[in-house]
C-alpha cells in the first residue's frame, strides 16, 4: 500500500509503502486490546467466546464480515459471541443490511463508553 499525492493547498510531507503479503492475523489477548499476539502464536488456544467490537473495531464492515463468516458456519456458533457496534449508526445500518440478527449463540451488546455494556 501507498501513500502518496496532495491536497488543494498542501504539500505532500511523508509517504509511506507497506508490503501487506508480509503481515500477520494478530488477535487480542485478554485482558487488554493492547495485549496483542501473532495468530499462529495461539494455535493451542481454545477459544471459549469471542468478542467482535468496540470503539474502533466495530465498523459496519467488521459486522458483515462476521455475518458472512456465520451465514458459512451454517449458523453453528460454538461459543458465546458477542457484537458490540462503535456507535447507534453502526448497530441501525447492520440491522438494515441484516446483520444483526439475534440469537444462535451470537449476543449483541450496546457500547457505552466508561460503563458496563448491557445486553439488547
Not at 459496519?60 to 458490540?84: G, I
Not at 445500518?93 to 458496563?116: D, F, N, S
Amino acid at each position: 500500500m501507498s501513500a502518496h499525492g496532495s491536497c488543494r493547498n498542501g504539500t505532500l510531507v511523508a509517504g509511506c509503502r507497506w508490503d501487506v503479503s508480509k503481515l500477520e492475523p494478530v488477535v487480542a489477548a485478554p485482558h487488554s486490546p493492547d495485549n496483542r499476539k501473532l495468530a499462529r502464536e495461539c494455535r493451542d488456544v481454545k477459544i471459549d467466546r469471542v468478542y467482535i467490537g468496540s470503539c474502533t473495531g466495530g465498523k459496519s464492515e467488521d459486522f458483515f464480515a462476521a455475518a458472512k463468516l456465520f451465514h458459512r458456519a451454517k449458523r453453528q456458533v460454538k461459543v458465546p459471541t458477542y457484537l458490540v457496534p462503535a456507535t447507534q449508526k453502526v448497530s441501525k445500518r447492520a440491522a438494515r443490511r441484516g446483520a444483526a440478527r439475534r440469537g444462535h449463540g451470537m449476543c449483541w451488546l450496546q457500547a457505552v463508553a466508561g460503563r458496563r455494556q448491557r445486553v439488547l
